[in-house]
């Protein structure tokens, strides 16, 4: 039977990148995100037919996640692999974010991938499944005002803790953190990241399926990776 993938924030960049490499891999996928245009663009864009579901949705809403979690496992039984990509960062500092706007990352960052692993757990202690969250490099290292690194952090903090509650159960955990990726994340912060050096979301993705792709009995536990030429 052919693994079955849930991807949160799937429709583009890294959640994308990993969605077609699963799909050529052989994974049946389903992807969620808050823009179902953008979705349906991307389920056009790959023809894979019945192979593809998608899922519009806030990641950081529990009725979303528990709906789309009930969906993957009643349309295809099993669930094999949760990736938790979905999130986003804000231009400038905690000094001039809107409180609302805070709010809202702090949901979609780590209330997100935190309700994903609740709802998902009972399945993947079934099938000896991986869970993947997807951090960042700021969430290693602190600048100055940056409400985005505190997300991440909390999501490092994530992977670790449900490492120590779900690896007596035969699930995997592993946390992928990313330097610069040129990807539509930096849109939501006013533009690109110009002259730095930056990885591809590909390039990303080939890591999480490195992670996932282990044999069974084996797990990554961190993997941290940034474009050469990247200091911090």
């Known amino acids: 039977m052919d693994p079955v993938t ?8 890294i ?25 349906a663009a991307f389920a056009t864009s790959t023809a894979a037919g019945e192979r593809l579901l ?14 789309a979690v009930s969906q993957v496992a009643g349309l295809w039984g099993r669930l094999d692999t949760v990736i938790a990509n979905a999130g986003f960062s804000l231009p400038g500092t905690l000094e001039d974010h809107d409180p609302q706007s805070m709010r809202a990352m702090i949901l979609t960052n780590v209330l997100g991938p935190a309700l994903l692993v609740r709802e998902t757990l009972p399945h993947l202690r079934v099938s000896k499944g991986r869970i993947v969250i997807v951090g960042s490099v700021a969430g290693t290292r602190n600048t100055p005002g940056n409400l985005y690194s505190v997300t991440k952090w909390a999501a490092h903090a994530l992977a670790e803790n449900v490492r120590l509650l779900a690896t007596k159960d035969g699930v995997g955990v592993t946390l992928v953190a990313p330097g610069v990726v040129d990807t539509p994340f930096w849109n939501e912060r006013g533009g690109s990241p110009q002259a730095a050096p930056t990885l591809t979301a590909e390039q990303v ?19 941290v990776m940034r474009p050469v030429g990247q200091v911090g």
Do not use: Y
């Open 205 to 223: 993705a080939e890591a999480i399926l490195f992670a996932v792709n282990q044999p069974g009995g084996v797990n990554v536990n961190h993997l």
């Open 54 to 67: 998608t899922i519009s949705g806030d990641a950081g809403d529990e009725s979303h996640i528990a709906s």
């Open 15 to 39: 959640g994308a990148a990993t969605a077609r490499a699963l799909l050529k891999q052989g994974h049946q996928v389903a992807i969620t995100g808050r823009d179902a245009d953008r979705l």
């Open 6 to 13: 849930l991807i949160t924030g799937g429709s583009s960049g």
